[in-house]
């Protein structure tokens, strides 16, 4: 089903979470719920503040800062493996969101965030830095519209090329890049490095948009 999106610029917010009380569980169980419940607070209030429009069908892809932290952090952790090499520390994101030259496209339902684009740009050239859709919506058109809103985004900063890299094993994301018009460019030898000490290397993929 094809979704339509809209973009809005966020305004700063500070953050309060409340967790309900939770029936007995395990440790585990109940870190992800705190986790979720936090990230979608934050993400609602954020929403409460811009009072959206809401679409045809229900997909948002809202541009932020780094307000949206915790939001980004919570949907990496759900959509990396630890042992993957990709995951960022939280105050990484946090201090990279804060240059001016990045930005952050979330999308959402509602008030759930589903997935986010993250991304710089210097002079005419723009970087994925990092792209994930949460598992559960993966493959329903969530990862193709925050492409096609990053390319969007980054042309009103007279961006000519957008690039990234990507782990060179995981073919279901050159599929949805080569798909969307991105190509190989060239090739990092041993740039993810994996929790069990394997190395593999990063493809690196760019599409021409100016």
Request: proline share 4%; net charge neutral; with cysteine.
């Amino acid at each position: 089903m094809r979704q339509n999106t809209h973009i809005r610029k966020e305004t700063d917010l500070q953050e309060a979470v409340e967790v309900s009380p939770v029936p007995l569980q395990t440790a585990t169980e109940h870190d992800d719920r705190v986790a979720d419940a936090k990230h979608q607070r934050v993400h609602r209030e954020d929403h409460q503040r811009l009072r959206p429009s809401p679409d045809q069908d229900g997909l948002t892809i809202c541009a932020g800062g780094a307000s949206m932290t915790e939001t980004i952090a919570a949907i990496q952790t759900e959509s990396f493996s630890a042992e993957g090499g990709e995951r960022w520390r939280t105050r990484d994101i946090e201090q990279i969101l804060q240059m001016p030259t990045t930005s952050v496209l979330v999308a959402s339902q509602g008030f759930e965030p589903l997935g986010f684009s993250m991304m710089r740009w210097a002079a005419d050239e723009a970087e994925v830095l990092l792209l994930a859709v949460r598992p559960r919506f993966q493959k329903t058109g969530v990862g193709t519209a925050l492409i096609r809103a990053s390319v969007a985004h980054v042309l009103t900063q007279s961006v000519k090329r957008i690039c990234l890299e990507v782990r060179a094993n995981n073919k279901s994301a050159h599929a949805l890049y080569t798909k969307h018009g991105f190509r190989q460019i060239g090739r990092r030898p041993n740039y993810y490095r994996l929790a069990n000490g394997e190395a593999i290397d990063a493809t690196t993929m760019a599409k021409t948009i100016g």
